[in-house]
């Protein structure tokens, strides 16, 4: 038994020589997470042809952990939420935003109410909202806690576990559809384009959950990569790879984020983010 | 009856849960449970075996993970059973068993990240301390007079291994074998934070709501809980260990900086970062303790107290289901299969289950954990019934269960339920992380927020609760002069 422990420790702790030139990247699990690995296997397969070098997807569990996957140059590049980047790159000096979708640069939240409510669509925050249920999406989310967060503090200038009788985390933004479709939740914040995703899937019944308003525009979700990856990959790597994700234009490959394509981005683009996580203690 | 101290202490802890039941929150919000359950329940029956591609690899996973985790805990805890006697080692082992798996992983998770050894440590090293305490305890029951008669000079491995070890092996087998299905539990569970076991692929598949591949996975889960006797043999077992850990997976590789960043600077509190001094570094305290611990400590032990007595009277009346005295064949049979369904089910598991079928509140929580200790404690309350010896004249029916077999196995009820307490409460901080504002939501918050030196302040407060609960336990289970006998503990 010890000789096999013995073992064990060393099989653990050898450190895996095949994958040292691996380029590694993931992706905040912000919607289905059954289909994480296909989504981004095809995007993972297009990565390896443009750069050539091996290019691996790893799935995670919470925004968080790819925010520690990052920082801990256990993935080089990942596409993060807005305040998920900017978390990322206040932990590790050097990186950069590298590209957002089309939408990114113009991005919504959607505030969605369960029809027996009795809210309206477009009517807009009301005080009939005080005293309803109302679920975030993930803890981490730009457009799923923070930006909702801080609209809803500034409508009623309170936090909002004060506004409504429960305020809840779904996890992710189609679990933030679901749960308010099914009435688990009288109200919800999520990200505008899982939810035309969904409603154009025909997952939602349109009839149950209706949008009451939408927030004003934000920059979101973007490709953040590390800044030694050009020590480790070559000189021109992160350059290379922005070029690799600014020329991604097959629809299937754009479909799976969902978004119309590419455009650059930079660290500055999401310096509102940055002061809206400092402003709600979120970021220290 | 009324002045004997049993009474009156069950009394108090009833009375005590009912006053907490007023603070608690326990409405279902969901604008249809049973329409979910309906759904969860025809999943169980039309599993979609298909579904789920990777079921092959979810198992061989949960397996591995259990198996190098229990294994290197139960080494290491054999040797520090053997210093028991040290303080500084039975602190060590009291302090490490406060603290979930969960957390541990979530713990290793910010320096090694999605690593195997994440999972491996985070299973090996609580067990690691309750395997050291249990050993120690089966220790002590042996009988010391063989290695009394030992010639002078005997070597002390020698000694031990003919005295005490060879007396108490079957002891230990048997406690090591039945911590290997609960290893089996917590491999599952640790999926949810991002393992390749079982529950991660669970809590994709219900996150979409694709009931089919719930129902595939749960109904794996229990074949192989279920069978565990059948396909782990002793002579078999050297095998498994040795193939276990070329299952795990490679996982990402670990970057060694992390872990020298983790201690010197992740986990020192943002002000002392930052040069605030003291006076900056108490502010930041007071406010964690004010903002995020007392509720969560609140909560926890709000929670606790429902859970534990509701537990209890689930054990009380669920023990006869399994007891020679109220049942037959066929009905023990029965409610064999009910006790180990309830009890092979990990509390995070159907905590998770019950919350997507009855939307958050402290309800989904309460029944989560009742039903799971409430199924143990029932199991070994049966088992105890049943070396009961009644009178060929004993009364039947409810009359038997009233003034025949319940005062009987009554003290060893309140000894299995008060050594659950640490346990429930263990699992109730734990919950937190599903969204219910126990102890366990803010370390996620802070996790979320990557802020380390937050959640371990968090975590340390945890397993101090823990801790006092457990000294609380073993006060009364003194006071009360509740014998407990190791070997049936679960």
Not at chain 2, 120 to 144: C, N, Q, R, S
Request: a negative charge; charged letters at 15%; hydrophobic letters at 50%.
């Amino acid at each position: 038994m010890i000789r096999g422990l013995m073992l064990a420790l060393a099989v653990l702790l050898a450190p895996s020589l095949a994958s040292a030139e691996t380029f590694v990247f993931t992706a905040i699990p912000d919607e289905d997470e059954t289909r994480l690995q296909q989504r981004f296997q095809k995007v993972a397969d297009y990565l390896s042809e443009e750069l050539e070098v091996d290019v691996h997807f790893v799935p995670v569990k919470s925004y968080a952990a790819a925010v520690t996957a990052f920082r801990n140059n256990q993935v080089q590049l990942a596409w993060f939420g807005g305040f998920s980047g900017v978390q990322a790159r206040e932990h590790v000096p050097g990186s950069r935003a590298l590209a957002q979708g089309v939408e990114d640069a113009e991005f919504v939240t959607y505030f969605i109410a369960h029809e027996s409510t009795g809210l309206k669509a477009g009517e807009g925050f009301s005080d009939a909202m005080r005293g309803m249920t109302f679920t975030f999406g993930s803890k981490g989310s730009t457009s799923g806690r923070l930006m909702p967060e801080y609209y809803l503090r500034e409508h009623f200038g309170e936090p909002p576990e004060d506004t409504f009788s429960r305020v809840g985390f779904s996890g992710n933004h189609s679990r933030t559809a679901s749960l308010v479709a099914s009435g688990a939740y009288q109200l919800g914040a999520l990200n505008y384009t899982v939810w035309e995703n969904e409603v154009a899937a025909g997952n939602i019944d349109t009839d149950q959950v209706t949008v009451v308003w939408e927030t004003p525009q934000y920059p979101d979700y973007q490709w953040t990569i590390r800044g030694d990856v050009d020590e480790r990959f070559g000189d021109g790597f992160a350059d290379r790879v922005q070029q690799a994700l600014l020329d991604m234009n097959d629809p299937e490959l754009l479909a799976s984020f969902p978004r119309s394509g590419f455009i650059p981005a930079s660290n500055e683009d999401y310096a509102v983010i940055r002061e809206v996580g400092q402003e709600l203690g979120l970021l220290d | 009856m009324w002045q004997s101290a049993t009474v009156r202490t069950s009394l108090g802890f009833i009375a005590l849960a009912i006053v907490c039941a007023f603070f608690a929150d326990f409405q279902i919000s969901t604008h249809d449970p049973w329409q979910e359950l309906g759904r969860l329940m025809m999943g169980l029956v039309i599993p979609d075996f298909l579904a789920v591609d990777f079921l092959g690899e979810a198992l061989l996973r949960t397996l591995a993970f259990a198996f190098v985790g229990v294994g290197l805990g139960a080494f290491v805890g054999l040797l520090l059973a053997l210093a028991f006697h040290s303080t500084w080692v039975r602190t060590g082992c009291a302090f490490v068993r406060a603290i979930h798996e969960l957390f541990w992983a979530l713990i290793f998770l910010q320096f090694f990240g999605l690593h195997p050894l994440t999972g491996v440590l985070a299973i090996a090293i609580p067990y690691a301390g309750i395997f050291a305490k249990v050993y120690a305890e089966i220790f002590d029951e042996t009988d010391p007079q063989p290695s009394r008669v030992l010639p002078q000079g005997s070597g002390r491995a020698a000694g031990l291994a003919f005295t005490r070890l060879s007396q108490a092996w079957p002891h230990l087998v048997n406690y090591t074998s039945y911590r290997l299905e609960c290893g089996l539990r917590s491999s599952a569970v640790l999926g949810f934070v991002g393992m390749p076991t079982l529950g991660y692929y669970l809590e994709s598949a219900f996150a979409q709501g694709l009931y089919g591949s719930v129902g595939a996975l749960l109904i794996l889960f229990y074949v192989l809980i279920a069978t565990l006797r059948l396909w782990v043999r002793p002579r078999l077992l050297p095998f498994y260990l040795l193939a276990a850990p070329f299952l795990l997976g490679s996982g990402l590789p670990i970057v060694w900086s992390n872990v020298s960043r983790f201690f010197t600077q992740d986990i020192v509190p943002a002000p002392l970062r930052n040069g605030e001094g003291i006076g900056g570094f108490g502010a930041w305290l007071l406010d964690l303790l004010a903002t995020q611990a007392l509720p969560g400590i609140w909560n926890t032990l709000l929670l606790t107290q429902i859970a534990l007595v509701i537990t209890g009277a689930l054990a009380m009346v669920l023990f006869p289901l399994i007891s020679r005295h109220f049942t037959g064949r066929v009905g023990g049979t029965l409610g064999h299969i009910t006790l180990v369904v309830m009890r092979s089910t990990p509390e995070y598991l159907l905590a998770f289950i019950l919350l997507q079928l009855w939307g958050p509140s402290m309800l989904p929580a309460v029944v989560a954990l009742a039903l799971h200790n409430g199924g143990i404690i029932a199991h070994l309350l049966g088992q105890r019934s049943n070396q009961l010896t009644l009178r060929q004249d004993a009364p039947h029916g409810l009359d038997r269960y009233v003034y025949e077999v319940t005062p009987r196995v009554y003290g060893p009820f309140l000894a299995l339920l008060f050594y659950r307490w640490e346990i429930i409460m263990r699992e109730t901080a734990i919950l937190g992380i599903l969204g219910i504002a126990t102890l366990g939501f803010y370390v996620d918050s802070a996790i979320q927020e990557i802020r380390f030196d937050r959640a371990l302040v968090l975590i340390l407060i945890t397993a101090l609760l823990n801790i006092g609960v457990d000294v609380l336990a073993r006060r009364l289970r003194a006071r009360l002069r509740l014998r407990h006998n190791v070997n049936c503990e679960p």
